[in-house]
C-alpha cells in the first residue's frame, strides 16, 4: 500500500478549507484517510498550515510521497519555525 500525504478539500462552497492527511493512493480526494496530520487555510492571514510536524517527518520517513502542493506548504512551514 503506497501512502500519499495530500490535502483533504472540507469547508463551504467558495470557502475553501483543507485538511492534511495520510491516505492510500488509491483512494478517492475524500477517501477516508490512514491519519489527519493537519490543516490548511488558504484564505488566513497569518498562520496557514497548522500540522502536526513530528507525524508528517513519520510519515516521511516510512515512504509517503507528499503532493507537490503539500512538499511546498512544509516546507514554507519549517522556513517560518526557523526565524
Given at each position: 500500500?503506497?501512502v500519499h500525504?495530500?490535502?483533504?478539500?472540507?469547508?463551504?462552497?467558495?470557502?475553501?478549507?483543507?485538511?492534511?492527511?495520510?491516505?492510500?493512493?488509491?483512494?478517492?480526494?475524500?477517501?477516508?484517510?490512514?491519519?489527519?496530520?493537519?490543516?490548511?487555510?488558504?484564505?488566513?492571514?497569518?498562520?496557514?498550515?497548522?500540522?502536526?510536524?513530528?507525524?508528517?517527518?513519520?510519515?516521511?520517513?516510512?515512504?509517503?510521497?507528499?503532493t507537490e502542493?503539500?512538499?511546498?506548504?512544509?516546507?514554507?512551514?519549517?522556513?517560518?519555525?526557523?526565524?
Amino acid at each position: 500500500m503506497a501512502v500519499h500525504l495530500r490535502l483533504q478539500r472540507i469547508g463551504k462552497p467558495k470557502r475553501p478549507f483543507y485538511r492534511v492527511v495520510a491516505i492510500d493512493q488509491r483512494a478517492k480526494r475524500n477517501g477516508e484517510p490512514i491519519e489527519i496530520l493537519g490543516q490548511y487555510d488558504p484564505q488566513a492571514d497569518s498562520d496557514k498550515l497548522k500540522a502536526n510536524m513530528d507525524r508528517i517527518n513519520y510519515w516521511l520517513a516510512t515512504g509517503a510521497k507528499p503532493t507537490e502542493t503539500v512538499s511546498v506548504l512544509i516546507k514554507k512551514s519549517q522556513v517560518s519555525e526557523n526565524k
